[in-house]
């Protein structure tokens, strides 16, 4: 086969190579198309007079010259037909071929979200189209065409006369102007895409003729690119994974606090998405630990909203919108590689969004009556001498039958619908202590348990009576009791000693897993409600160290406090032991 050599002179600006496809096209007069791909190289011609490079092509008879390689500046470039040597192949400004330019329309750009976290496109190894359109969305003012200054039409053409041969099934294309000058351009808007249009590639057609049907030189031709139809929704995926996530795009789903929740995006076609973004609503966190020796939780991250899976849990009831925004991989033909802005990722965008409607108990009341501060006899310290705040009947020989705890509460709430669960209390403490003197130049003892700020008060699940959990069955309502009585043991050895309690209590709820559950993906604890408390007292021994005499010197506690809900986590670093044993 006779071959044909390209000689390409540059000066100025470097030579760009670029590993990118070049499409020589022949026909016979400007009728019937037809292209070869040559790949491997591509060549940035825009702006430049390119030297030192020769290209051996098979001859063409007659031929225009196309460029599909990345577009320049913010366009796509494509040479239309002219009369021009077999197989010629020159730079624009220097060639009779003649070039459209198709630019996006600023005022229909995706959300502006994705533009302030956009920055340059990454290169997509699996490009499936020109660009992406998404079912069940329409595009007005999708883009423009017009043709490429740098490769004006002839003059004799008069104007533009433009057409669009659309092939995607139910959509309707429109442009306007219909006609434009030469130098004019006209918007193509795309009608919704039905729910029911196959996904997959359409090739589309967009033409522009001369007005004037005795037009000579240089004359514009039709030229085709790629649209991408695809889907993009998002999946809620069940507790124990199972069959196929529900669809839950343009529509609602419930949830309960503290219920382990998974969204999906789901993309088809089925590619790695050139980017992904979600937008998480509501107050959420990605996991919560508890333990005696810390609890603590961890926020979703900018890594974790860039996943095609994101695990989390709300915190507080709502009605909470989220959504995703993907960037399916489409050629980068808008921008050169090194000029890219990040808002080419318009042309590849599909959003989906959701609605959760999170429930919580309610009807939440937090109430509490309170005891007296005094000089005791505990059970809790063998029966020694203690200064507390009441006392609790542990069917201990010290005890008082009227023993009363220096604080009982009572916790109610009403389960929401899908809300079978578990009440408890779980309280943190801010303890300080000190004592002074001792008999008869003997050092006084060291005092009990303290605190470096608060922490949890002995067991992560404060328990009822018997140290159980309280059960809650949806729709139904429930009650929390639990009761507290904090103390020191007085030893003989001290002249004086004071205390000091600033305490939280949380009233909290788990909604029961679903059954087979794994623990990766449990229900968390979160809190109903809070209730702050506290008490004070000092006390002095006016007697001896064989024979002790305490009494309380002052004293002060809150008068049957009341809490409020709220939806805070408990956290804490550490634990401070004052009672046992602990709910399971």
């Known amino acids: 086969m006779p071959s044909l050599v390209l000689k390409v002179f540059a000066t100025g600006r470097s030579l760009a190579l670029r590993a990118v496809s070049m499409l020589i096209v022949g026909h016979g007069g400007c009728g019937k198309v037809q292209q070869r791909v040559v790949t491997g190289i591509g060549v940035l011609f825009h702006g430049l ?13 007659s031929t225009c010259a196309r460029f599909a390689s990345i577009g320049l500046g913010a366009s796509v470039l494509f040479a239309g037909c002219g009369q021009t040597a077999p197989g010629a192949l020159v730079p624009p400004g220097q060639s009779s071929a003649l070039a459209l330019k198709q630019t996006a329309i600023p005022s229909v750009r995706a959300p502006n979200s994705v533009y ?3 920055s340059k496109l990454r290169p997509s190894t699996t490009p499936i189209a020109d660009e992406a359109l998404q079912v069940g969305q329409g595009y007005p003012k ?3 065409w017009n043709i490429d200054p740098n490769n004006p039409v002839d003059p004799t053409c008069d104007k533009l006369d433009w057409s669009y041969t659309n092939t995607i099934p139910g959509v309707t294309v429109t442009l306007n102007p219909a006609t434009t000058s030469l130098t004019g351009g006209t918007t193509a808007s795309f009608s919704t895409i039905p729910s029911s249009t196959a996904v997959g590639v359409y090739t589309e057609t967009v033409t ?4 004037n049907p005795n037009a000579s030189g240089i004359l514009p031709s039709p030229i085709t690119y790629t649209i991408a139809v695809v889907s993009f929704d998002i999946a809620r995926v069940a507790q124990v994974r199972s069959g196929t996530p529900s669809i839950v795009s343009n529509k609602s789903f419930n949830s309960v606090i503290g219920e382990f929740t998974e969204l999906e995006d789901l993309a088809n076609p089925d590619v790695a998405l050139n980017s992904l973004l979600w937008a998480i609503g509501g107050d959420t966190v990605k996991s919560y630990s508890e333990s005696p020796s810390g609890a603590s939780f961890s926020s979703l991250t900018s890594a974790d909203l860039a996943r095609q899976v994101v695990d989390f849990y709300w915190l507080e009831p709502g009605s909470e919108q989220s959504s995703v925004v993907g960037v399916f991989p489409v050629f980068n033909s808008h921008c050169e590689s090194d000029k890219c802005t990040g808002a080419e990722a318009y042309w590849g965008t599909a959003t ?3 609605t959760a409607v999170v429930s919580a108990p309610t009807n939440i009341a937090l109430t509490s009556s309170t005891g007296k501060v005094d000089v005791l006899q505990d059970p809790l310290f063998d029966c020694a001498d ?3 705040f009441g ?3 542990s069917g201990s020989a010290c005890d008082s039958n009227n023993a009363v705890a220096g604080i009982s509460w009572q916790f109610t709430a009403t389960a929401p619908t899908g809300g079978t669960g578990q009440i408890d209390g779980t309280q943190v403490i801010d303890r300080s202590e000190s004592a002074t003197g001792g008999f008869h130049n003997t050092p006084a003892a060291p005092v009990g348990a303290q605190t470096n700020g608060y922490e949890l008060d002995t067991c992560v699940r404060f328990g009822t009576a018997s140290r159980n959990n309280t059960q809650i069955l949806e729709g139904k309502t429930a009650t929390w009791s639990g009761q507290d009585a904090p103390g020191q043991a007085l030893s003989d050895t001290w002249k004086s000693f004071q205390i000091s309690d600033q305490a939280r209590m949380y009233f909290v709820y788990q909604r029961n897993n679903d059954a087979g559950a794994p623990a990766s993906r449990s229900n968390i604890w979160v809190s109903l409600g809070e209730l702050d408390w506290n008490w004070s007292a000092d006390a002095s021994n006016a007697g001896t160290v064989k024979v002790p005499k305490w009494t309380v010197t002052s004293e002060k506690h809150m008068r049957n406090p009341s809490g409020s809900a709220a939806f805070s986590l408990p956290t804490w670093s550490a634990t401070i032991s004052l009672q046992a044993p602990c709910a399971p």
């Open 352 to 354: 989906a969004d959701t």
């Open 208 to 211: 522009p003729t001369c007005t």
């Open 116 to 118: 302030r976290r956009a």
């Open 49 to 61: 007079h390119i030297s030192g490079l020769s290209l051996r092509l098979p001859s063409v008879a």
């Open 386 to 388: 203690s200064l507390a």
């Open 391 to 393: 006392l609790i009947n």
């Open 142 to 144: 999708r883009e423009t």
